[in-house]
């Protein structure tokens, strides 16, 4: 079973608004990455940070971590109706070989 | 720079018969993943090659499932005696060899409907 879990299941702003999403994990973890999925299609990376790492951006995103309470935030600035989709996140466990788990995703609708 | 492609895109088949997807990696990528997703969910791990290895294997992967990755290239994944509960979409990811956890470059994934 999935042990990570994404928090809103579902959100809708407008364009121009940022977006946060939540992660949760159970277990120590190597590192945590996020992952966009636009409907029926593969999976596409945004970022990734280590479990020694705190806070990470990426243009318009920044993820940060907080492995005492074994969560991480995206966060989406100034968003966009192209920014529709369904974000993940997949943590690798640590001395879990690469077994990576993913949550059931938020599903973001950007308005124009 | 080709990404990760699998084929076919989609298949419907009847309950009980076989199906077997193709992955192809990128060229360079020592790493091969299948996952599988169904609606709504995030993707779940099936198993994982390095070169042609199968390293790690998940108990979702049941009997009736099987992977190959025979030279170390692309890989086939075999469904026996589909059940109406395969109904999902597989995905295949590679990623190159380096530190644990490298990104993963999925594929556009095979969508499978068992009637």
């Known amino acids: 079973s999935q042990q990570g879990e994404e928090d809103p299941q579902a959100l809708s702003i407008q364009e121009g608004e940022n977006a946060t999403m939540n992660c949760s994990y159970k277990t120590s973890i190597n590192n945590l990455q996020w992952y966009r999925q636009n409907s029926g299609r593969g999976l596409v990376h945004l970022i990734l940070?280590?479990?020694?790492?705190r806070e990470k951006h990426s243009g318009r995103l920044r993820v940060t971590l907080d492995t005492s309470k074994k969560s991480s935030s995206l966060l989406i600035t100034a968003s966009r109706a192209a920014d529709t989709a369904s974000y993940f996140c997949?943590?690798?466990?640590?001395?879990?070989?690469?077994?990576?788990?993913f949550g059931p995703g938020t599903r973001l609708s950007v308005l124009p | 720079d080709t990404g990760v492609s699998q084929d076919p895109r989609h298949k419907i088949t009847k309950r009980g018969q076989n199906v077997t997807f193709r992955c192809d990696p990128i060229s360079e990528h020592n790493r091969l993943y299948w996952y599988r997703q169904t609606l709504g969910q995030g993707p779940e791990f099936l198993t994982y090659f390095q070169n042609e290895a199968q390293l790690e294997k998940s108990r979702l992967l049941s009997d009736r499932f099987s992977a190959e990755r025979p030279k170390g290239s692309f890989s086939t994944l075999e469904i026996q005696r589909t059940e109406q509960g395969d109904s999902a979409m597989y995905l295949c990811a590679s990623s190159p060899v380096g530190l644990r956890g490298d990104t993963q470059y999925f594929g556009p994934g095979t969508r499978l409907t068992v009637l």
């Open positions: 940070i280590r479990s020694n790492e």
């Open positions: 997949a943590n690798l466990r640590d001395n879990y070989g690469q077994n990576f788990v």
